[in-house]
């Protein structure tokens, strides 16, 4: 029996998801948009999706996995997920995703940008091929901007209070201004983060987000101000170095060069 390929579009809650959404809204009627939900999202991804749903004019599955993150968090032995181990994108992102996506053939399509040149954490399941529509198309970051503009969906809402993407709230990619961020805008999204820390004289049972800061530290006062004028002075650098390019435009250059190769696309496209 041949199968029809399905169409699939996975948002995170980030503006480059978000403006492929919009991009491919009346080219393939058939798209079905997903997002997996970890349950730790930042709360303004929540309302975000709802306005994106309501232009879309069609429903945004929301898959996630019902154990959620504090029961892999007790699999895992408390291991907190990092970089070099990131359970927390394979169980709570991925495998939803692939459950949904069954052994039905499907395009998966995704928002890297024509002047972006990353790869990233997808799946790699045979039955699912990848595609890059704003590639072919030459939609660079202007682009992207663009489309959110003129749709009025605009820039996530998150990104007001100085998040620069999408996921969970403690998400492990976040820069230590981002964490200091949420402390002043989300205190018991931060205080929730850190309880999650286990801190141990024992080799090896310690779980922290940070390697070597503990949230319980990172939060005093003169840390703050450390991570605050830091911050200051590379914003500094990058504005002496920006030439003709809008300071909007060369922070949102700074926060992708250090996420490139780092972030998972289907978590903060
Ligand atoms: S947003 Fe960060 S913490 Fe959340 S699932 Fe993705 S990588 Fe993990």
Not at 98 to 110: K, L
Not at 166 to 187: A, D, H, M, N
Not at 227 to 239: A, N, T
């Amino acid at each position: 029996m041949i199968h029809k390929k399905r169409h699939i579009l996975n948002l995170s809650g980030g503006k480059d998801s978000t403006a492929l959404a919009l991009h491919m809204r009346d080219k393939i009627l058939e798209m079905e948009y997903v997002f997996c939900d970890t349950g730790e999202e930042l709360r303004e991804t929540y309302e975000y999706l709802d306005q994106v749903e309501a232009f879309l004019g069609k429903k945004i599955i929301r898959l996630n996995d019902r154990a959620g993150f504090d029961h892999w968090l007790k699999v895992f032995g408390g291991y907190l997920p990092g970089p070099r181990m990131r359970w927390c994108t394979k169980m709570l992102k991925l495998k939803p995703f692939e459950n949904h996506v069954g052994d039905d053939p499907i395009i998966s399509y995704v928002g890297i940008r024509a002047d972006e040149d990353r790869v990233g954490y997808i799946s790699t399941k045979e039955n699912i091929e990848t595609v890059y529509p704003f590639k072919d198309d030459g939609v660079d970051y202007n682009g992207v901007m663009k489309i959110l503009q003129d749709s009025g969906i605009g820039l996530p809402p998150y990104m007001k209070w100085g998040r620069t993407h999408s996921g969970c709230y403690f998400c492990f990619f976040q820069q230590k201004i981002e964490w200091v961020r949420l402390l002043e805008t989300y205190p018991e999204d931060f205080r929730k983060a850190q309880e999650f820390e286990k801190l141990s004289n024992e080799m090896g049972k310690t779980y922290t987000w940070i390697e070597g800061l503990p949230l319980r530290e990172l939060r005093k006062k003169e840390n703050i101000k450390k991570i605050k004028k830091q911050h200051k002075l590379r914003e500094e650098r990058f504005r002496k170095k920006r030439g003709n390019k809008k300071l909007v435009e060369v922070l949102a250059g700074i926060d992708e060069e250090e996420y490139r190769y780092r972030a998972c696309l289907i978590c903060q496209l």
